[in-house]
């Protein structure tokens, strides 16, 4: 009796050890595939938007002109790279990826086009986890908000102007919502900031440069 209990016990750890094996495998294999698809994701959205701000009338190679570079101002964890826009042999355009990370439910991830003359070409969202109706109108297909950025500069760190209207500046904030447009603001301030701290590595076009991604040594 004894002995046929033992077994059963054996048989039944045995069958829940396979079982937690194959199922920590499909976990794995799920979250691997996961990962695969949201990143796949990201860079079709990554391209679509890059000619979205800079349109391949002006630079139809523009996704291949990538210039590494490392920016924590713009709270990028890691090395990563920006685009240049060429025309006749000179940067025109730069988009680089920015995170603003104060979105009201999260980090917003943005690409951030500025010209050499330091206004900007325009701004896109990668991926937000915003409030559908209120914060998602940083969409182009839920609003044409974002299209207020487009021309606009900045004179400095401290440009009072370069702010939603509530907190005295000219941009508009959403009905509702004012936490993810001002997060946007200040996200694509800090990119206007950026490029003109490192403007002449970033106007440089790639196919000259040679040494580190700026700000690696930093």
Do not use: C
């Amino acid at each position: 009796m004894m002995t046929e209990m033992f077994s059963a016990v054996r048989r039944s750890t045995l069958g829940i050890g396979v079982f937690a094996i194959v199922t920590a495998g499909v976990i794995a294999v799920t979250q691997l595939a996961t990962k695969e698809r949201i990143a796949a994701n990201i860079a079709e959205a990554e391209a679509k938007a890059l000619y979205q701000i800079v349109p391949p009338s002006v630079d139809d190679q523009l996704h291949e002109h990538r210039l590494p570079f490392h920016a924590p101002e713009l709270e990028l964890d890691n090395a990563a790279h920006a685009w240049q826009a060429i025309v006749d042999g000179q940067v025109s355009t730069v988009i680089m990826p920015v995170v603003a990370p104060d979105g009201y439910s999260g980090g917003i991830r943005l690409l951030v086009g500025i010209n050499r003359d330091e206004t900007v070409a325009g701004v896109r969202v990668l991926a937000h986890k915003e409030t559908p109706g209120l914060g998602d109108k940083i969409e182009p297909s839920k609003s044409d908000w974002l299209n207020g950025f487009v021309g606009k500069t900045m004179s400095g760190p401290g440009d009072d102007s370069w702010a939603v209207k509530k907190d005295g500046g000219q941009f508009d904030q959403f009905t509702g919502a004012t936490i993810t447009p001002r997060a946007v603001v200040n996200a694509t301030g800090r990119a206007i900031q950026y490029f003109r701290a490192h403007k002449a590595r970033l106007l440089t076009p790639v196919t000259e440069q040679t040494g580190q991604p700026e700000g690696a040594s930093q």
